[in-house]
Structure formats: C-alpha cells, structure tokens
C-alpha cells in the first residue's frame, strides 16, 4: 500500500513559528512533526511514500533525504489547498493508498485500523470542532462532512486521514480534501469513520506545548553528555552527546534536551521540557513546560514555564514568564489563550522583563524593565 503525506503547507495559524519552517517541520520532542508521521507508517509496513512539499521546501527535502527510508517528493507550486497538493501527486499513486497530513501527529495503532478499508476517514472527538472538518455519522458511515462550521452540529471532527482508492481522483470538486469528500457521499460512494487513538494537530503555536507533553511521555531515558556528580536526575530524561549539565542541576522528567547544550550550575529544569540543541541556560535558572529549539540562550535568574521559544532567542537575566487565561487579539479578532509566552526566531529580550499570554514575532527586540501581557507583538518590533 503507498501513502502520500501532505507537507505544502505553512500553517498560518501557527506564526510566527511557521514564517521560517513549514509546520511539518517544526519539533517536538526534538522531532519534527512529519518525522512521526512516517514512523507511523513505517510500523505499519508501509515504506512507499510520496511527500507533497511546497512552502519552504528545501527544509522538508533536505530532511526526508536524511531517513533511511526512501521517499517520493512531490513539489505543489502554490499552495492552492488540500485536494490540489494530492492531485499533484496523481501520476505516483498506483492504487489504493493513504492520504495524512505531514503536520499532525498519528499514532501506529489508529493507521492499522483504517489501512485496509477502501474510502474511509480517521475521525476523532475535538473539544474545538470548528477549527475542522465536522462530520455527522450514520450507522459507521459519514453522512455529512462540513469545513470548519460557525456552529459545529457534533465533536465529532475528521482528521485529515484518509484511506482512497484511486477512483477518488474523479471525485475531486475544488481545490480542498472536505468539498471533495463530500462530492463523493453524495455520488453515492459510502465513506466509513474509523474511530482514532491518539490523534493532535497544533491549531495554534501555544496547542505545541500540549503535543511536546504528549510525545515526552514515551519518552526513553539516555545520557550521552556530561553531567555532574552533583546533578540531581529524576524521571525519564534523555541528554545528548556533548552537552554538558553543571553541579546541583536538578532535571525532573519527561524532559528531552539535545546536543552541545551547556546548563548550570544551579538550574532547574521540571518536567514536559524539550530543549534543542547548542541551546545555553545560565545559573539559578528555572524553565519547564516549556519547549525550546536550537541555538536559544537564556540568562541567569530567569523564570520561564508554558512556553515555546524559537530558534537563536537570546533572554537575558530574570527573564520571567507566567501562564495565565486571557483574550488574545489574533487574526483581526479576539481568541481565548491560555499560555505563557510564544517567542518567534531571533527574539532578543532585556533583563527583567515579564510575559504573560504574548506572542512576540520573529526578530523583535523587547528591551529590559518590559512586561507583555496579552499582546500579539509583530515581527521585526522593538518594544521600549
């Protein structure tokens, strides 16, 4: 059987972790999201792949040509929508074939349940049905599939999984995956819901905190770096090669940090923390919940919890960081939020500032004595 994993996209709602990577790319639990998606099929036997990349493609690329296991790369010029990306995959696919998106995660167990069903949907309860294709079901079969509905008429949400036979391509209607499902129930073709295990997509930048909590979960303990004597290690952690923990450092896991990491003396580091590699934290530091990329340093004194920071951030000392429940301006209008703060790449911050419920853009600069609360700080600013 082949699958084909959409990649093209650059997940909009998820700025500005998205304005340099595709979402497909972005890590969690120091893995990019695609690369658990190709694990899942892998487990299931499945190594005929065609990857459909568009925005910022060379990253995916330069990526999948990394795995050991070889994948079709398919490029979608513009990002006209789901059902165009696969339709550009077209003259790969030979026959019946899975059809998921590159930047949510799935689980083994729920591919093995829907690989053998011609025309069939993964579906899921969401707490948040409006954010996706909203299905309404009879005896096992969808009735109905609406695209991301005002007023959602059940929880009961597609994934974005599908398991097609090649016949599907006749049924496309427009350039989106839902319109053209729908296209197809009402030709009478019937499509099966397949109840799903452990599926997440991360809506927005602050729902990565709940997918990195998830992942860590399975995580397996290993060190490979240098750690004190004095370090105190509790938990499932994992440490990579040539980083180095300082003296009475204590690490509460799940916490996953990468490679030539430098961190203490005196720090601590709590649990659901996911820290990338070459990534400093100076003394007397506190940081959990929290999930860091590559390059980041940050100062001594600092307090830091529900967070996602970008690549190359730079926090300097008693940095502080809150979550806390608030309205956040986003897309021109008003979302409930309930985080920390959201650092986009190469944010530089002064001492003694504050974020509570921010977002703060790539390459903005937050100078010291500064506190962010519920704010959505564009890229390129320079807060005073």
């Not at 296991?69 to 010029?77: A, G, L, R, T």
């Not at 025309?119 to 954010?131: G, Q, R």
């Not at 997509?201 to 004597?229: P, Y």
């Not at 970008?310 to 897309?331: D, I, M, P, Q, Y």
């Amino acid at each position: 059987m082949q699958a084909v994993i959409l990649a093209a996209g650059e997940g909009v709602r998820v700025r500005p972790l998205t304005k340099s990577r595709p979402k497909a790319m972005i890590p969690v639990a120091n893995h990019p999201i695609i690369e658990y998606v190709i694990d899942a099929l892998i487990k299931n036997g499945i190594r005929d792949i065609v990857v459909v990349v568009g925005y910022r493609k060379e990253q995916v690329t330069r990526f999948l040509n990394q795995l050991d296991v070889p994948i079709e790369v398919v490029v979608q010029d513009k990002q006209l929508g789901t059902a165009h990306a696969l339709q550009c995959a077209e003259s790969k696919i030979h026959g019946d074939f899975l059809l998921l998106p590159g930047d949510n995660f799935i689980d083994p167990q729920s591919l093995a349940r829907i690989k053998g069903i011609p025309n069939a949907i993964l579906v899921k309860e969401h707490s948040n049905p409006s954010n996706f294709g909203v299905v309404l079901l009879k005896d096992g079969y969808i009735s109905s599939i609406l695209e991301k509905p005002a007023h959602a008429p059940s929880f009961m949400v597609s994934t974005g999984i599908y398991s097609l036979t090649k016949d599907f391509f006749s049924h496309i209607k427009g350039n989106n995956m839902t319109d053209s499902i729908a296209a197809m129930i009402q030709n009478g073709v019937p499509v099966r819901a397949i109840p799903a295990d452990d599926w997440e997509d991360a809506i927005f930048a602050w729902d990565l905190l709940k997918m990195n909590r998830r992942r860590l979960s399975n995580l397996a303990s290993g060190r490979k770096g240098s750690v004190s004597r004095q370090t105190t290690i509790q938990g499932s952690v994992s440490i990579g090669k040539g980083t180095t923990i300082g003296p009475n450092t204590v690490i509460t896991g799940p916490v996953v940090i990468g490679e030539d990491c430098v961190i203490g003396p005196n720090c601590c580091i709590m649990p659901n923390t996911s820290i990338g590699s070459r990534v400093s934290i100076e003394p007397f530091t506190m940081i959990g919940n929290i999930l860091v990329m590559d390059d980041t340093s940050i100062g001594s004194h600092s307090r830091i919890v529900d967070a996602v920071i970008g690549e190359r951030c730079t926090l300097a000392n008693h940095t502080s960081c809150n979550k806390t429940h608030g309205l956040l301006e986003f897309e021109g209008g008003l979302i409930r939020s309930d985080f920390g703060v959201i650092f986009g790449d190469n944010v530089t911050s002064g001492p003694f500032t504050r974020y509570q419920n921010g977002i703060v853009g790539n390459n903005s600069k937050i100078e010291g004595n500064a506190s962010v609360i519920s704010r959505n700080i564009p890229d390129g600013s320079m807060v005073i």
